[in-house]
């Protein structure tokens, strides 16, 4: 069955502070992983998308990599406007749609 | 201009009741898709459509019932509704079911938020 856990759940950083948001994945037969960006009450807004061990993306202050069995999105001096929550979702050969994790929320304070 | 818009944003209903909620797209997808996302923000699949036909339906209760009556809309038709079935349900399109790179990537609404008292 396939699973996606993200770490961690929660994260607070000051304006400035770099960090990094990691996906664990287990799939069978990985057809793309997804990373989204959800702001509170609204819908999830496409980041990247990330095909082959070794590919990396970037867009602004944020940098996604991808290995076999994880996925990290790098934040490099990071604002408040980057607060949201990130999610993650690998589509997998065998399934039907995006299987999300639960993400993780970052608040980012100036 | 919106590419994936649902209607309406809020519902506030009775237990019982019977609610639908519209979606549609601008993108000239093939595909569509409903998501629940429950008070733990957990968001997951509810249904598939491509080219108006149903190709995903995860396990949901037989109340909820997907409707597309053409490529760029897909409404969801919730019926005896329950406690439990208060989350924000989103939609989403791609352009392709099943697609090779970019044709994979999935556009959402800003979803319609239930709440059943």
Same mark, same amino acid.
């Not at chain 1, 604002?79 to 749609?97: F, H, I, Q, R």
């Given at each position: 069955e396939d699973q996606v856990t993200q770490s961690p759940e929660a994260l607070r950083l000051q304006e400035g502070e770099s960090s990094s948001l990691n996906c664990s994945y287990t799939v069978s037969g990985l057809r793309g992983l997804f990373w989204y960006r959800q702001d509170p009450g609204k819908g999830p807004e496409f980041l990247f998308t990330l095909y082959s061990a070794g590919e990396e993306k970037e867009k602004e202050r944020l940098k996604a990599t991808l290995t076999k069995k994880e996925s990290f999105l790098h934040i490099t001096a990071p604002?408040?406007?980057? @607060?949201?929550?990130?999610?993650?979702?690998?589509? @997998?050969? @065998?399934?039907?749609?995006l299987n999300f994790g639960k993400g993780t929320s970052l608040l980012v304070t100036p | 201009d919106t590419a994936v818009s649902q209607t309406p944003k809020y519902l506030v209903t009775q237990m019982g009741n019977d609610k639908s909620i519209k979606c549609e797209q601008n993108l000239g997808h093939d595909t569509m898709y409903w998501y629940k996302q429950d008070s733990k923000k957990f968001l997951k699949i509810m249904f598939s459509y491509n080219n108006k036909e149903l190709i995903i339906n995860e396990t949901v209760p037989n109340r909820f019932s997907p409707k597309s009556p053409d490529k760029a809309h897909l409404n969801l038709h919730i019926n005896s509704l329950e406690l439990g079935d208060s989350a924000v349900y989103f939609c989403a399109s791609s352009q392709e079911w099943r697609g090779r790179g970019p044709t994979d990537t999935q556009y959402f609404g800003p979803g319609t938020r239930l709440t059943v008292l």
């Open positions: 604002k408040p406007e980057d @607060s949201a929550t990130y999610l993650c979702a690998p589509n @997998s050969n @065998s399934g039907y749609a | -």
